[in-house]
């Protein structure tokens, strides 16, 4: 029994560990799969001008974002995001440089130069941004930090029950069985926390969004690649802490060493 649980757990946390990683590096390189793993997509391509602007302005009299040089998607990851254009290609991933906040005027200032083309679409967008989305503006970061740490949290946590789930196959005692689940609880707990405030917060973010679409054009959609890695994660968090409640612990040697032979003991007569 004992073999297939740690074996089982061994692996899924392996797996689990690895999902995560790329979760936690999503959108830091412009190299495939990385670049298609982000937590959100800001779309500003179909900004409205004129309802921004209050004046009217012809359709054909405005230009593309392509031509001004402005991204029209903003692919967000946890710590940097990569931009593409109408066509939804990415053609560049900022470096990473922090737990990124939600500001919307600022992923236009850093990367552009200051000139009049950036400040204007960046002022439109922050006119854009809804009352309610200013307001908790604070609380949405703060929310994306806890997600941002706890999912680093959950990282090591995962690395530690991998070093002790091998060393449990070795030395059979107790207090290692313990560990290990305390382990896979913890690192089930916080990848938990971090899946939830993350798809939590950019459902409501996404939803305050939509209301305004319409009237501004701006819209927020969810990363599925990211979330599907994450919530699997958390899953195979959830299975090994299963495989370690059934690891039993009333054997006096590891289950490696009960697997080879004994030879016979053969006693001399004289």
């Given at each position: 029994m004992n073999v297939l649980t740690l074996f089982g757990s061994f692996f899924i946390t392996l797996f689990s560990?690895?999902?995560?990683?790329?979760?936690?590096?999503?959108?830091?390189?412009?190299?495939?799969?990385?670049?298609?793993?982000?937590?959100?997509?800001?779309?500003?391509?179909?900004?409205?001008?004129?309802?921004?602007?209050?004046?009217?302005?012809?359709?054909?009299?405005?230009?593309s974002l392509d031509n001004l040089d402005v991204p029209s998607y903003f692919n967000l990851g946890i710590w940097s995001y990569c931009m593409a254009n109408s066509e939804k290609k990415i053609y560049q991933c900022t470096k990473?440089?922090?737990?990124?906040?939600?500001?919307?005027?600022?992923?236009?200032?850093?990367?552009?130069?200051?000139?009049?083309?950036?400040?204007?679409?960046?002022s439109i967008i922050q006119m854009a941004i809804p009352k309610d989305l200013k307001d908790d503006m604070d609380l949405y970061n703060s929310l994306m930090r806890c997600m941002a740490v706890t999912l680093v949290i959950g990282i090591a946590l995962m690395g530690l029950a991998v070093i002790v789930n091998v060393i449990r196959w070795l030395?059979?005692?107790?207090?290692?069985?313990?560990?290990?689940?305390?382990?896979?609880?913890?690192?089930?707990?916080?990848?938990?926390?971090?899946?939830?405030?993350?798809?939590?917060?950019y459902v409501l973010i996404k939803n305050i969004l939509?209301?305004?679409?319409?009237?501004y054009g701006i819209k927020l959609t969810l990363g599925r690649n990211f979330y599907a890695l994450l919530w699997?994660?958390?899953?195979?968090?959830?299975a090994n802490f299963v495989f370690w409640i059934f690891t039993r612990q009333n054997n006096n040697r590891p289950f490696l060493m009960r697997?080879?032979?004994?030879?016979?003991?053969?006693?001399?007569?004289?």
């Amino acid at each position: 029994m004992n073999v297939l649980t740690l074996f089982g757990s061994f692996f899924i946390t392996l797996f689990s560990f690895i999902l995560a990683i790329l979760v936690c590096f999503g959108s830091t390189t412009n190299d495939s799969p990385l670049n298609r793993i982000y937590a959100a997509q800001l779309d500003i391509s179909n900004i409205n001008f004129s309802t921004l602007l209050n004046i009217d302005i012809p359709k054909s009299g405005i230009p593309s974002l392509d031509n001004l040089d402005v991204p029209s998607y903003f692919n967000l990851g946890i710590w940097s995001y990569c931009m593409a254009n109408s066509e939804k290609k990415i053609y560049q991933c900022t470096k990473p440089a922090g737990i990124r906040d939600f500001n919307l005027q600022r992923l236009l200032e850093d990367n552009f130069d200051n000139n009049e083309v950036t400040q204007l679409v960046g002022s439109i967008i922050q006119m854009a941004i809804p009352k309610d989305l200013k307001d908790d503006m604070d609380l949405y970061n703060s929310l994306m930090r806890c997600m941002a740490v706890t999912l680093v949290i959950g990282i090591a946590l995962m690395g530690l029950a991998v070093i002790v789930n091998v060393i449990r196959w070795l030395v059979h005692r107790p207090f290692i069985n313990l560990v290990g689940r305390v382990l896979a609880l913890l690192s089930f707990l916080s990848m938990g926390i971090s899946a939830g405030t993350s798809t939590g917060t950019y459902v409501l973010i996404k939803n305050i969004l939509k209301d305004n679409y319409k009237e501004y054009g701006i819209k927020l959609t969810l990363g599925r690649n990211f979330y599907a890695l994450l919530w699997a994660s958390v899953v195979g968090c959830l299975a090994n802490f299963v495989f370690w409640i059934f690891t039993r612990q009333n054997n006096n040697r590891p289950f490696l060493m009960r697997q080879l032979p004994t030879a016979p003991i053969v006693e001399e007569k004289y």
